[in-house]
């Protein structure tokens, strides 16, 4: 089946822009994670969702960051204002409840200009 | 607070070598322990999972032990192939809920 999917792939954009990351979780997983990984380091947790909701948003760097999950599948994350150092990959991972495996999608490559 | 720490974060062998990486975190109470593949411009694919109770997971080639009151986990790779060339990263589950505590992966090439 279908796994995470990610869009777009690449996103170049100037310093100060609006973003949307989308993320499209694996078909009746419940449970969605944002995270964001720099070269050289492993991911570093965003937000999870489980359901519509945003369970626990604790990871969200500032407030310029927001995401949201309307109908409890696919999810947009947010950045205002983008800074150089937003630049990063933003990964999502689903997973059918919180406590099994979680999937991952290809990432976003985020770069600010 | 938990900390994961992988080293080395980059290693190469020959094709056809056994070999090993760690993965070592400093609070033993955890809930389980993956190890995950990274290949460039893709996503991050779970290898193997092992539960606090547990003590080692096998798939094909790889084995993965635990041993929690040291605080460390090994990957063991059977007759490396140049198609195992990724990052590898653990990954800590401290209390069954979602929060997964990552190191920062080593980097493995195999060289033909």
């Known amino acids: 089946g279908a796994g995470v999917s990610q869009t777009p792939s690449n996103k170049v954009t100037e310093k100060g822009k609006y973003v949307e990351l989308r993320c499209d979780p694996i078909?009746?997983?419940?449970?969605l994670y944002w995270y964001r990984q720099s070269l050289g380091q492993g991911p570093e947790f965003l937000i999870y969702f489980q359901g519509t909701g945003a369970a626990d948003d604790s990871g969200l760097p500032n407030d310029r960051f927001f995401a949201v999950r309307p109908e409890g599948s696919v999810s947009t994350l947010k950045i205002q204002r983008t800074e150089r150092g937003d630049s990063a990959v933003y990964l999502c991972a689903s997973s059918r409840t919180s406590q099994e495996t979680q999937y991952f999608g290809p990432g976003t490559r985020l770069l600010v200009l | 607070k938990q900390e994961v720490t992988q080293i080395p974060a980059a290693l190469s062998v020959p094709e056809g070598e056994n070999l090993v990486l760690n993965c070592s975190f400093t609070?033993?109470?955890?809930?389980?322990l993956q190890w995950f593949r990274q290949d460039p411009g893709k996503g991050l694919t779970s290898l193997l999972l092992i539960q606090s109770s547990q003590r080692e997971q096998t798939s094909g080639r790889l084995n993965a032990s635990l041993d929690k009151s040291s605080g460390r986990s090994t990957l063991y790779i059977a007759a490396s192939q140049p198609g195992d060339s990724a990052t590898y990263l653990c990954a800590v589950n401290p209390d069954s809920n979602y929060q997964l505590i990552w190191g920062a992966g080593t980097k493995l090439i195999i060289k033909p």
């Open positions: 078909s009746g997983h419940t449970a």
């Open positions: 609070d033993s109470a955890i809930y389980n």
